[in-house]
């Protein structure tokens, strides 16, 4: 019963990785068979994080990918936990419509996103600047300058995202039993301090989980660098998923490439370990 | 919160109460508004693109024509439409069978297997692209639906939530067919997939939304411009008619709308999958 999904596993994502972590140690050119493949140890790696020009690309499209997904993640959770109580407060109308608009741009797919945006964001005749015009703020670059390229594209997705996790935020706020805020009230707590001392701690485990799932999406940005920038102005949009597509397939330097693989995913394991022992010590304190 | 009725007086209460909907009016207007302006734009004509005004002044049909006609845009939907199903159906059926024996059989390396599915996890297909671009090729499925529906069906997701569900199903309904003696496949196809439903409905809409979203795996997998599924097809399309904003915003449309109309139909449903996965 299991074999179907096991024999999937092994030859979709086992055998894929494997030779990615072999690749990583070669010599190789994507356009020829694995028999070219000539073993040069850590060679790759040197050259990853060297000073040359391939060391300099790759540098800077790992920084690209920790910016992005850095900010992403601390937009997304606050923005989430803000939104979740918004929905899930009684004292107004309008909660759970505002959650299904909120979710309803989880649906539409990135490329379309992308696309909108792009022309959303046009410096001169998008309506972004227009309203910005409009509330004298002056005219932004967005996403045809370096300095803001980078930023529009986390705003972005964002817009796309945070639906999704105030949903699980409203989850979690749901989870969390009346008696302990009528507890609080008797003691004399204000709104702000039950936020901190019940709300926040008690949502521990949903954040947690949305962390690691916009982590993981983060990472993986591709679609708008790919339909809208190309990794430009001047590599400023030019993201780790971008960047090794192009130099494992196109430009077929698959050794390259693979090492720079592996060095994402080692950055990867080491960032969400780091995330459940945070959690985990924090539990460990609170108990 | 209905506690604070107790705090606030009737006026600080209206107060409070028209702020809040402010900020959710003004939020939700600020959600909805780039889908609106992409629709109104779609319907525009291209002189009208550029005017400031919101509504289209005469809304034509014409630039849909254009993209439907113009671009094999049908052909690449009913790609889409495909691939997803496929994976959507394949993936269950496997699933459902993994994750059940992971519940309930007894075998050894039991812990490893689901160990390894479970660190899957952490392995995302951009990092994995390019030798799975190499296993793919050298099983001869590039540019094949085959190369499209097959590396897309594991989900390491799917099998995990559907072991959670199989291991809360209480145990008494299996031993009734096992004291009558039914094989294991007996139960699983006539006690344990009847009992998924739920389940299987709310993962059906979320690997059909994966799928039909997914771009990065088709855009490597296919050359063959008659398998293009539609998110490639209009990546394609954007590159030839960047500066044509009504015919890019027809096109968006035509790609987001089956998603949105899926998302009005199925709202509670997908609602409820979303909040599973995440308790879970």
């Known amino acids: ?287 | 919160m209905n506690n604070a009725t107790t705090l606030l007086s009737r006026r600080q209460l209206d107060l409070v109460r028209i702020v809040w909907m402010l900020v959710t009016l003004v939020l939700a207007l600020m959600t909805i508004f780039p889908l609106l302006w992409m629709l109104t734009i779609s319907f525009k004509s291209q002189a009208e693109v550029f005017q400031p005004t919101f509504w289209p002044k005469a809304p034509s049909l014409k630039n849909f024509v254009y993209v439907l006609t113009e671009v094999p845009f049908l052909r690449y939907l009913f790609n889409s439409f495909v691939v997803s199903a496929a994976v959507t159906i394949i993936a269950l059926w496997f699933h459902s069978m993994a994750g059940y024996a992971l519940a309930r059989l007894r075998f050894p390396g039991r812990e490893a297997i689901f160990l390894a599915i479970f660190s899957t996890f952490l392995v995302s297909l951009p990092v994995i692209i390019v030798p799975l671009f190499i296993v793919v090729r050298s099983m001869g499925m590039l540019n094949s639906y085959a190369g499209l529906i097959v590396p897309a069906i594991f989900n390491a997701f799917g099998i995990f939530l559907l072991r959670q569900y199989y291991l809360a199903l209480p145990r008494e309904l299996e031993e009734a067919a096992i004291v009558d003696g039914a094989s294991y496949w007996r139960i699983y196809w006539s006690v344990i997939l009847p009992l998924s439903r739920p389940i299987i409905a709310s993962l059906a809409i979320l690997f059909f939304l994966a799928n039909w979203n997914s771009f990065l795996w088709p855009l490597t997998a296919t050359s063959d411009q008659s398998l293009w599924v539609v998110q490639v097809g209009i990546a394609s399309f954007r590159s030839q008619y960047a500066s044509s904003w009504n015919y890019i915003m027809a096109a968006s449309t035509i790609v987001a709308a089956p998603m949105l109309l899926v998302f009005i139909v199925f709202q509670k449903q997908i609602m409820e999958s979303i909040k599973t996965s995440g308790l879970k």
Request: net charge positive.
């Open chain 1, 1 to 287: 019963m299991l074999a179907p999904a096991t024999g999937l596993l092994a030859v979709f994502i086992f055998v894929p990785m494997l030779l990615t972590l072999w690749l990583s140690l070669q010599s190789w050119s994507t356009q020829t068979g694995f028999d070219t493949a000539r073993f040069i140890g850590v060679q790759n790696f040197i050259d990853i994080f060297s000073n040359s020009s391939i060391g300099r690309d790759f540098k800077a499209a790992l920084v690209n990918t920790l910016i992005y997904t850095v900010l992403s993640v601390v937009l997304i959770l606050p923005l989430s936990v803000a939104f979740g109580l918004l929905v899930h407060q009684k004292l107004a109308p309008g909660g759970i419509v505002l959650r299904t608009i909120l979710f309803s741009t989880y649906m539409v797919p990135m490329i379309a996103v992308a696309l909108v945006f792009s022309k959303l964001y046009s410096p001169t005749e998008g309506p972004i600047n227009q309203v910005l015009g409009w509330i004298g703020i002056p005219a932004q670059t967005w996403l045809s300058a370096p300095q803001t390229a980078l930023g529009s594209i986390v705003l972005l997705n964002v817009w796309q995202q945070v639906g999704y996790f105030t949903v699980l935020a409203v989850a979690g706020l749901t989870q969390i039993p009346d008696s302990l805020y009528e507890a609080a009230r008797i003691d004399g707590a204000n709104p702000v301090q039950r936020f901190w001392s019940i709300t926040l701690p008690l949502l521990g485990n949903t954040l947690l989980f949305s962390a690691v799932i916009a982590i993981i999406n983060s990472v993986q940005v591709f679609e708008p660098v790919a339909l809208i920038t190309q990794g430009g102005p001047v590599n400023a949009t030019n993201v780790l998923t971008y960047h090794i597509r192009r130099v494992g397939i196109e430009r077929a330097q698959g050794g390259l490439g693979s090492a720079m693989a592996v060095t994402l995913m080692l950055v990867l394991i080491v960032s969400i370990t780091a995330l459940f022992a945070f959690a985990r010590a924090r539990e460990a304190r609170r108990a």
